[in-house]
Each structure stands twice: as C-alpha cells, then as structure tokens.
C-alpha cells in the first residue's frame, strides 16, 4: 500500500473532491482525518474507509487551529475546502468577500501553518496539496472573489514552498477544471451551457473527482519528491490551449 502508515488531513472532505480524495487516500493505505462542517458527511465518510473526524467551521480560525491541533502531527495536508458566491465585479459585497476569501485562502493558510509547524516539531517532513481551479488563470463572469481566493492561494503556496522547502515540506497545487461532483452535474446537466465550455478542453469533456484525486496522490508520494511550488493543471488541456 502506497501510504501504509501514513496519515492525511483533509478539509472539506464530506463531499466533491475532498470526499473523492479521502477515499483515494485511503485506498493506498493512509489513515484519513477528515475535516468538514457537517456532521452527516463524516458518519457516512467514517463508515465507508474508517479514520478520524473532526467537525468544525473553517469560517472560524480559532476553531481551525483547535482542528488542526485535534488532529496532531500529520504526513501529508490536503486542503479542498471551498465555496463560491457568484457576484460581478459590479454586484460585489463585503459579505461575499468575506465567505469566500475565508473559507477558500484564509483557512487554507491556517492549515497549512499549523500543519507545517506541526511538521517541524517532528522532525520535518511531509507534503501539501492545496485544490485551486482554472479560474484563477481564466475570467469567468461572476467569479470575483473565486477567482481571487485561488490565485491567491497559489501565490501562497509558492511562498509556502519556499520556507518550507528547508524543513522537507514541500507544498504544490492542483488546478481543476470543472469538476463532475453533484452539486457540478446539477450545475451543468442543460448542454446548451455544458457544452460551449466542454469544447475549449482538448479532451472534450470535463473531469471526474477521482481524476483529480488519483493526481493529488500522486503529488503526495515519493514519485513527486523533488516537485514544490508547482501548479498541476488537470484540465483537460483547458489552460494549453
């Protein structure tokens, strides 16, 4: 088993790609300590692959460091917590702001702190993934705030890579396109919006939660040992082209 052994924190875990990510780890062989709001999610998360749960608030940073703290020195960090409100640049409110930029860049950066610190008072160590998204390199209308957390995430985890690097934590991203979880098939199930967007990736169609999970994996393991500060588009060719 890849990860036998080994553990892994994932925030939103409950649904989408977190969820797809906690059973891929599991499947290699990690302990998962799974993180998300909703108590429901873990029950049946914590039925499927065993592990860990936490419930908590990412909105909150005191009760992120608690989590994070809850869940103790961990081998790998994937951080796929994130929301979206859809608002212009005109319509923009402090309110949407403020949920999106806290869940999506400001928690993320709380893991991610209390992770490594963790890390380095073990020893050193370990691997980061943090999900990001195309549109932080596209516009698309009414991403304003989506589009700002994730490349500012981004931007983050290069630093991150920087000052970690010495301690042997190394911190990468992945950039999905649009990812087929419920709430996205729901989203765009009406091919006359599916399909205008479908045909600007080369591979023509977009991608499953489990594609994205396999390439997080693969950036955790010791095949990916002398990437950081990296950015893995799994688009499809989206960005390429």
Known sequence: MQFSGKSVIITGAGKGIGRACALAMAARGAEVIAMTRTAADLETLHAEIGGRSIAVDLQDPAATRAAMAEAGPADFLINSAGINVLESSFEMTEAGYEAVLGINLRAALITCQEFARARVAEGGGGAIVNITSIAGHRGFTEHLCYAASKAGLEGASRVMAKEFGPHGIRVNCVAPTITLTELAVEAWSDPVKSQPMMVRHPMNRFAEAEEVAD??????????????????????????V
């Not at 950036?219 to 390429?240: E, H, K, N, W, Y």
């Open 215 to 240: 390439s997080i994996a693969m950036l955790l393991s010791q095949d990916a040992r002398m990437i950081t500060g990296a950015v893995l588009p799994v688009d499809g060719g989206f960005l390429s």
